[in-house]
């Protein structure tokens, strides 16, 4: 059973100044959080399929030998070694003076590279990049500061063309060019400005999102950052290194929504905390599973409980205990947690939650949903007022969240100049300047930077332009994204005009990192066959992916595009989905 003893500020000082207990219950709607779709009855579940398969041993979290037949070859590696040894032991100081090339000689150092660097959160990009990694950061709620976006800019500055950065799909950095020898000091260099990697790959809980706005937003239902704080620094024992939460089936997601607007995509996440008054007390209703892969993808859906806001970090570390403890471990393709729930029932993975639980309790759902359904999400670019009166904040377009070191630099110049020395991430692999005394909007708005590289207030095909590494660095990519999105949205926009923004994604493989399936439009990488039968680069196109609450994943429209068609495919999609109209023709009526 677990013994958590985290303590919450008060739940009210949480809330949006101008949306307290009282105010917030005017918003509350009928629930959409609070009753599960009806699952299908479980096979009977016994006791013995409710025996933890993990058990402690040297302090960490070890499969029991009983358990360990036809178990998937990541989990032999971490059967083998454990991973988070390379931290919390400081076997990195020694794996990062043996060089390079001895490396492969050695399967047990073969698999550090590889496989458990990524519990540092160190990818080795051995297909493309050998002997160099990418490192993906852990930054809840996507803020950061001017001095560590610096830092980071440091260190990628030292690898010349091999180094750059992205923004990512879940409000983080990924610094790129990262040699073996360096990571001690990089290391280091990320404690002192408050940064860590750890724990952010692998079967590790990813970083914590909220809202990008979370603070600042006039219509914000609650501050997003205290939560997603504390449930990072829960989940990495504020960056010491978190055995009890390290050894996972899978990768797992985690949100806390404080907006309307679900800039927080609540419904691909494992578990979302979705704001709920109940009694006159402020907690959140759960969502559970919501997750991607190449095989399924399911949306999140409720596990009818209820928890104030004290009880945040409690359940979060109940579920995953749950998880830990019971979920397979074969088929990496069906151990993400809601194969675990299908198993289960979802009554019958909530009665395991509640035994997690330091209380063994967990309250129903509540009926007083905070989130308006009907809220028409808006978008964070160009110039905004904030709650405070007399600032603003600047949402800037990063083409495809690619940054270069001396784009790092100059963003943090101008939050230092502009603003308070933060910088907010999105999801949408954009970047915010909040705390911007409004008599210095004009100033920041006639800098070089925002005026020829991260406008605020892109072409509007460009708003929802999202696209991941792909195969320039990524290993698992079949497919060039990042460049080519920009190359195919632009020809796009010279044929057609469009009113509203469309959201296009693109993912270099079945991974969807790039999360074709919440896109308007969604382009997922394959090889395919041409015109004269020659096999070229493709893209599966998915249509009909929404975000917000009448979320819905999107399904294949077109298999097997060759990517030199897709401009074509686009332009008509536009204009019999999405109202599009030729520019010859609108150019004519002008």
Not at 96 to 103: T, V
Not at 138 to 151: D, E, F, I
């Amino acid at each position: 059973m677990s013994a958590f003893s985290v303590k919450f500020l008060a739940p009210n000082s949480f809330l949006s100044p101008i949306t307290n207990i009282s105010a917030t219950r005017l918003y509350a709607n009928p629930s959409q959080t609070a009753v599960p779709a009806p699952p299908q009855a479980p096979e009977e579940i016994t006791a013995e399929r409710l025996e933890p398969r993990v058990e402690k041993k040297g302090g960490y979290f070890v499969l029991k030998e009983k358990f360990r037949q036809g178990i998937n070859p990541q989990e032999k590696v971490k059967i083998a070694a454990e991973p988070m040894k390379l931290f919390m032991e400081n076997g990195i100081e020694d794996l990062a003076k043996i060089p390079f090339e001895e490396i492969d000689k050695s399967k047990d150092t073969k698999d550090d590279v590889d496989v458990r660097l990524k519990w540092l959160g160190l990818f080795h990009r051995r297909k493309h990049q050998y002997g160099r990694f990418m490192m993906r950061l852990k930054l809840p709620n996507g803020v950061t500061t001017s001095a560590q976006t610096r830092y980071l800019a440091s260190v990628i500055k030292q690898y010349g063309e091999q180094g750059c950065a992205d923004v990512t799909t879940r409000q983080n950095w990924q610094i790129r060019g990262v040699t073996l020898s360096d990571v001690p000091s990089i290391l280091k260099g990320l404690d002192e400005v408050g940064l860590t990697s750890l724990q952010s790959g692998m079967d590790n809980v990813r970083n914590p999102v909220g809202n990008p706005l979370a603070g600042i937003d006039p219509y914000e239902i609650v501050d997003t950052r205290p939560y997603t704080n504390l449930l990072s620094q829960f989940i990495t024992a504020n960056s010491r290194g978190n055995p009890e939460f390290t050894n996972l089936p899978r990768k797992w997601n985690v949100c806390v929504i404080g907006s309307h607007d679900l800039y927080e995509h609540p419904h691909i996440n494992d578990l979302a905390y979705m704001p709920a008054t109940k009694n006159g007390r402020f907690g959140f209703n759960l969502l559970v599973g919501g997750f991607f892969s190449p095989k399924r993808c399911a949306e999140a859906i409720p596990l009818d409980a209820w928890v104030p806001a004290e009880d945040v970090v409690p359940v979060c570390g109940a579920i995953l205990e749950a998880y830990r403890d019971l979920g397979t471990r074969g088929n990496r393709q069906k151990t993400r947690m809601m194969w675990l729930i299908d198993e289960l029932g979802v009554e019958g993975f909530r009665s395991e939650v509640v035994k997690r639980m330091p209380e063994q309790a967990l309250e129903r759902a509540s009926s007083e949903d905070l989130v308006d359904p009907k809220w028409e999400r808006r978008d964070m670019f160009g110039v905004n007022p904030q709650k405070q009166e007399g600032l603003s904040f600047v949402g800037l377009h990063i083409p495809v969240g690619r940054v270069q070191a001396d784009d790092m630099d100059e963003l943090a110049r101008l939050a230092d100049q502009y603003g308070s020395g933060e910088l907010r991430l999105t999801v949408e692999q954009n970047i915010i300047i909040p705390n911007i005394e409004n008599s210095k909007v004009k100033a920041l708005l006639d800098e070089p930077l925002l005026k020829e590289k991260f406008l605020p207030e892109p072409p509007i095909l460009m708003k929802g332009l999202v696209a991941c590494t792909g195969n320039q660095f990524c290993g698992q990519a079949i497919i060039e994204t990042k460049a080519r999105a920009l190359k195919v949205t632009e020809e796009v926009g010279r044929l057609v005009s469009v009113t509203r923004p469309v959201r296009m994604h693109w993912t270099g493989c079945p991974n969807t990192c790039g999360q074709v399936q919440v896109a308007d439009i969604g382009f997922m990488g394959c090889m395919t066959r041409d015109g004269n039968g020659k096999v070229v680069e493709g893209a599966d196109v998915y249509l009909g992916g929404r975000i917000g609450s009448d979320s819905h994943l999107g399904e294949i429209y077109k298999k097997g595009v060759p990517c030199k068609d897709l401009v074509p495919v686009v332009v008509d999609i536009l204009v019999e989905k999405f109202g599009a109209v030729s520019r010859e023709r609108d150019e004519g009526e002008e």
